[in-house]
């Protein structure tokens, strides 16, 4: 194979009709593959079964303090639950709230509450008259960007670079427009690239001076330990960082167990300032009376420690790992030489991202679901689900079995390779 | 016993000193009890026990349709619970949407979404700069209230009477004030009186010529199938009774199995029009992937129906009934005669209403706070805690044992005496 833009017409021609030849053996094979979504494995699953099983009796339901954590109260979670993600986190439980299955819900609560009532006591709501606008790192996570579309809120696409966002613009944006109350990041492994943000893009991020008083970062630590190596990235703590600084109050990190234990019957945790918490638990206490208890408790007893999940993601580390080199090494193989396509090669997280030449990416979405796989669907990685250059593809290798990643992998390349051939080509998109 | 409006004042003097003593005995017992909140007694909770365990295997955790419900997924609940929920309300599965552990949740979500999105398509958001008023039948609970009061919404107290609001109030302040946007009610054992609604009442509510087009019922329907005896109330299907009216769209049910399984680990629900549903979910799609469908399928498989559930509520009954009893036969007994109080006798539900003498009911409740009781905060059952004639008092005598709360309701009766005596005789409240 040699590298397309190096090819003349009758070689790429040649080419073309054998890849289409490829292209339609695979249509004839009528896959039906789901590539769309962060979704664990059920062999992932599994690894957790037996965390239903640790609650049995009435005496299994108390919490260490003795409350019966089958009744009502404890808002903010119950203490052992607390100290777990405190130390998963590395924070102190006091800057934490451990909520539902949903950290998205959380996230979404969060920004809501700030537009009713205000990041604080002090400032007003967000939402009094003036716009908003939330700083959006691109490619990001789209549901992220759908909170934002929901509610009305502006986005402004900041770009990502291997170290994270682009910090000049975040830093140049913030401090000139009081307008920008957030900005979203996945700081670890993140959504849909696996980039971690570099010490010095934390620490500027903890240095912030944004013109809004009330600018809050929404540290969405979604793959916190979901390491795919034993040595995996390491990212600053933010909170720990902003700590006792003026910025104390300016970052709410989320996190759960969704990708650890069960997606659908997790637990959810929000951190912040002690400030920032007891703020939080002041609205969240009209909201609801606490949230599931034995769930937490279910986790506490399962993990027994911090530890115990360290072990626990070496054991989804193993499944998935196979499925991302799968993919990474048929792109090494297959399109490395070719020179139509980049990618990441994440450490952790749940994606790949994939870019095309410019203009290909839809049409090597359409290709795909033509041949029976769905990815997700191009540009949901940015806001408004605009690709600027129509490029980006998310990869989500998680979900199929290693077999299933191989045989729409063998697709994807194959299809990557045909729209850039009808680029160069000049040849119109069959229908 | 006599009759206290009837003794002079010498005799008044006399029972003084006597139920001045008995306080001062059962202060010196030293009593620790609370009969502040509806919360489920201990050996309520073991009755759901085994509820626990029904979910072990991998395969118990499939849904009917094959789902895996520990995965992600599944926006409006599994069919299977859908089902059991609309049995249990006698609605479509169409109609609703199985939610999380906290109807108070999906309520305040519901008020949040109606403020920040319109509680349609068609009209705007409720809070584009006009102010908002609840109608709020009083006493209620006060946790709807607080709602209210947490989001700025004006609350506009409406008398109880024994077959539930004043209708000519309801239906005199919503056809004249389009800033009336919703009202509170708790249709079947109202809390705190334990009142149903009459069919006339519910008839009227199906009825109601509102001036908002945007006029919400919410229906909290905590208490359905939370009878104290084998005949309990009935109470008109409201949601049924609109369907394919011009108000069909003006109803939200809510429900929970908070007081049928765990109160910290239930299952709740929201009814309303297909129109009204399909709208919500499409707003609860940026909010989360879905509710905790694993517990979901605990409840299915627990109860197996509603039959199941209608089965188990009978011993929730057996536990709580002769606590009800206790209360209510010691009011008979001790108060009764004197014409210093009056009572509700609910046949379900959570709480006993007492009203005292008017500009008794603070004096009470410090009297028992100071023999080691806790009762509901006085005032908590109207809008902005204000009793205007500090009369009523709240008694949930659930969580203790029966024993306890023959002890407490004994204080009680004594408190309640002692505080009328004090005004009859014009006696300042001691410190």
């Given at each position: 194979?040699a590298d397309?833009?190096?090819?003349?017409r009758?070689?790429?021609?040649?080419?073309?009709?054998?890849?289409?030849?490829d292209?339609?053996?695979?249509?004839?094979?009528?896959?039906?593959?789901?590539?769309?979504?962060?979704?664990?494995?059920?062999?992932?699953?599994?690894?957790?079964?037996?965390?239903?099983?640790?609650?049995?009796?009435p005496?299994d339901?108390?919490?260490?303090t003795?409350?019966?954590?089958?009744?009502?109260?404890?808002?903010?979670?119950?203490?052992e639950?607390?100290?777990?993600?405190?130390?998963?986190?590395?924070?102190?439980?006091?800057?934490?709230?451990?909520?539902?299955?949903?950290?998205?819900?959380?996230?979404?609560?969060?920004?809501?509450?700030?537009?009713?009532?205000?990041?604080?006591?002090?400032?007003?709501p967000?939402?009094?008259?003036?716009?908003?606008?939330?700083?959006?790192?691109?490619?990001?996570?789209d549901?992220?960007?759908?909170?934002?579309?929901?509610?009305?809120?502006?986005m402004?696409?900041?770009?990502?670079?291997?170290?994270?966002?682009?910090?000049?613009?975040?830093?140049?944006?913030?401090?000139?427009?009081?307008?920008?109350?957030g900005i979203?990041?996945?700081?670890?492994?993140?959504?849909?690239?696996?980039?971690?943000?570099?010490?010095?893009?934390?620490?500027?991020?903890?240095?912030?001076?944004?013109?809004?008083?009330?600018?809050?970062?929404?540290?969405?630590?979604?793959?916190?330990?979901?390491?795919?190596?034993?040595?995996?990235?390491?990212?600053?703590?933010?909170?720990?960082?902003?700590?006792?600084?003026?910025?104390?109050?300016?970052?709410y990190?989320?996190?759960?167990?969704?990708?650890?234990?069960?997606?659908?019957?997790?637990?959810?945790?929000?951190?912040?300032?002690?400030?920032?918490?007891?703020?939080?638990k002041?609205?969240?206490?009209?909201?609801?009376?606490?949230?599931?208890?034995?769930?937490?408790?279910?986790?506490?007893?399962?993990?027994?420690?911090?530890?115990?999940?360290?072990?626990?993601?070496?054991?989804?580390?193993a499944?998935?790992?196979?499925?991302?080199?799968?993919?990474?090494?048929?792109?090494?193989?297959?399109?490395?030489?070719?020179?139509?396509?980049?990618?990441?090669?994440?450490?952790?997280?749940?994606?790949?991202?994939?870019?095309?030449?410019?203009?290909?990416?839809?049409?090597?979405?359409?290709?795909?679901?033509?041949?029976?796989?769905t990815?997700?669907?191009?540009?949901?990685?940015?806001p408004?689900?605009?690709?600027?250059?129509?490029?980006?593809?998310?990869?989500?290798?998680t979900?199929p079995?290693?077999?299933?990643?191989?045989?729409?992998?063998?697709?994807?390349?194959?299809?990557?390779?045909?729209?850039?051939?009808?680029?160069?080509?000049?040849?119109?998109?069959?229908?």
């Amino acid at each position: 194979m040699a590298d397309y833009r190096e090819l003349e017409r009758g070689a790429l021609e040649e080419e073309y009709s054998s890849v289409l030849s490829d292209y339609n053996r695979h249509k004839a094979a009528n896959l039906s593959l789901d590539m769309s979504r962060g979704k664990p494995d059920r062999c992932q699953l599994d690894l957790s079964q037996a965390m239903l099983g640790v609650i049995d009796s009435p005496a299994d339901c108390l919490s260490e303090t003795g409350l019966d954590c089958r009744n009502y109260g404890l808002l903010d979670g119950i203490p052992e639950a607390k100290r777990l993600f405190a130390d998963l986190l590395d924070l102190q439980p006091e800057e934490l709230i451990v909520c539902g299955n949903s950290s998205l819900n959380i996230m979404y609560d969060t920004v809501v509450r700030c537009m009713l009532y205000g990041s604080d006591r002090e400032t007003g709501p967000w939402g009094m008259g003036e716009k908003i606008r939330f700083l959006c790192p691109a490619p990001g996570y789209d549901r992220h960007f759908a909170i934002c579309e929901s509610l009305g809120i502006e986005m402004i696409p900041v770009a990502m670079t291997p170290t994270g966002p682009d910090m000049d613009e975040v830093e140049r944006l913030t401090a000139s427009d009081p307008a920008i109350k957030g900005i979203w990041c996945v700081p670890k492994y993140s959504n849909p690239e696996g980039v971690t943000y570099s010490d010095e893009t934390v620490r500027r991020f903890a240095a912030l001076k944004p013109a809004a008083s009330d600018f809050r970062i929404f540290w969405d630590n979604a793959y916190i330990v979901h390491d795919l190596y034993d040595e995996g990235d390491r990212l600053l703590n933010l909170p720990a960082l902003v700590r006792g600084t003026p910025n104390e109050d300016m970052v709410y990190e989320f996190a759960s167990t969704s990708k650890i234990t069960f997606p659908g019957s997790g637990v959810s945790v929000i951190a912040s300032s002690r400030k920032n918490i007891e703020y939080i638990k002041s609205i969240m206490t009209v909201q609801t009376i606490g949230c599931d208890k034995l769930n937490m408790l279910r986790h506490v007893k399962f993990f027994g420690g911090v530890e115990g999940i360290y072990r626990h993601m070496k054991r989804h580390a193993a499944i998935i790992r196979p499925k991302f080199e799968a993919v990474l090494s048929a792109f090494d193989r297959e399109l490395a030489p070719l020179g139509v396509a980049s990618w990441t090669k994440p450490r952790g997280g749940y994606f790949i991202s994939l870019n095309t030449l410019p203009g290909c990416a839809r049409r090597v979405y359409d290709l795909m679901k033509e041949a029976g796989v769905t990815m997700t669907a191009v540009g949901a990685a940015f806001p408004y689900g605009r690709d600027p250059l129509d490029s980006n593809l998310r990869i989500a290798p998680t979900y199929p079995s290693l077999e299933e990643v191989k045989a729409a992998t063998e697709v994807l390349v194959t299809a990557v390779k045909l729209a850039s051939l009808e680029q160069y080509l000049g040849r119109p998109a069959r229908a």
